[in-house]
């Protein structure tokens, strides 16, 4: 199985701040990879696809890259409404696997 | 809009089986494959299993593996998943969600239904 790892697990930035999140594969999964936002009490949403490409109607301040296995989600400039845990997923290969998550406080 | 609404949670004994279903609208059901992803209470996300559009193909994870079973009725729109032999780990909110082909990720997903296993 493709084990995902993501760093850091908790961060507290203040609005207007750039954040990165990275999350690392245990194997190549070329660039199979997603990230997906989830507030408390409220269903995931889908943030980037492809490692890099943005989901229709996600503002543009989410961007993501990747080199090698590892990838990175960013967010441009930090907003109230970003304050979330982050998701990687690789669906590389079967079994589908996600990251244990990224906690995102706004100071 | 695509909407996604699972139903059929509860509290079930350890042991029991359970059944929990998705009806889906605002999209071609027949088109897409669909998978369950579910969460346990304060914990992360864990992919459960995966239907073909057409139920030729079917994955899952090993922690369900001959315990659980995915179906469709495309007639129906619906999903479903069939879990026998419950098990308190298997406590968890179960979610429905759409693979935008058969991409392998998932682009909507519903609000989840909340099965407990306790005795």
């Known amino acids: 199985d493709v084990q995902m790892t993501q760093s850091p697990s908790t961060l507290s930035a203040s609005v207007g701040d750039r954040v990165t999140i990275t999350c690392r594969a245990s194997?190549?999964?070329?660039?199979?990879l997603a990230w997906y936002q989830q507030k408390p009490g409220i269903t995931p949403k889908l943030l980037i696809y492809?490692?890099?490409s943005l989901e229709s109607g996600v503002p543009s301040r989410f961007s993501g890259s990747v080199s090698g296995t590892e990838f990175t989600l960013t967010i441009s400039s930090l907003q109230p409404d970003d304050s979330a845990t982050y998701y990687c997923?690789?669906?590389?290969?079967?079994?589908?696997?996600f990251g244990p998550g990224t906690k995102v406080d706004i100071k | 809009q695509v909407q996604l609404v699972e139903s059929g949670g509860g509290v079930v004994q350890p042991g029991r089986s359970l059944r929990v279903s998705c009806i889906a609208s605002g999209f071609t059901f027949s088109n897409s494959a669909m998978h369950w992803v579910r969460q346990a209470p304060g914990k992360g996300l864990e992919w459960v299993a995966v239907i073909s559009n057409d139920e030729t193909n079917i994955y899952y994870a090993d922690s369900v593996k001959g315990r659980f079973t995915i179906s469709r009725d495309n007639s129906k729109n619906t999903l479903y998943l069939q879990m026998n032999s419950l098990r308190a780990d298997d406590t968890a909110v179960y979610y429905c969600?759409?693979?935008?082909?058969?991409?392998?990720?998932?682009?909507?997903w519903g609000q989840g239904t909340l099965v407990t296993v306790s005795s």
């Open positions: 997923q690789q669906y590389n290969s079967f079994p589908l696997t």
């Open positions: 492809k490692a890099s």
């Open positions: 194997q190549s999964i070329n660039k199979y």
């Open positions: 969600a759409r693979d935008p082909g058969w991409e392998l990720y998932f682009d909507y």
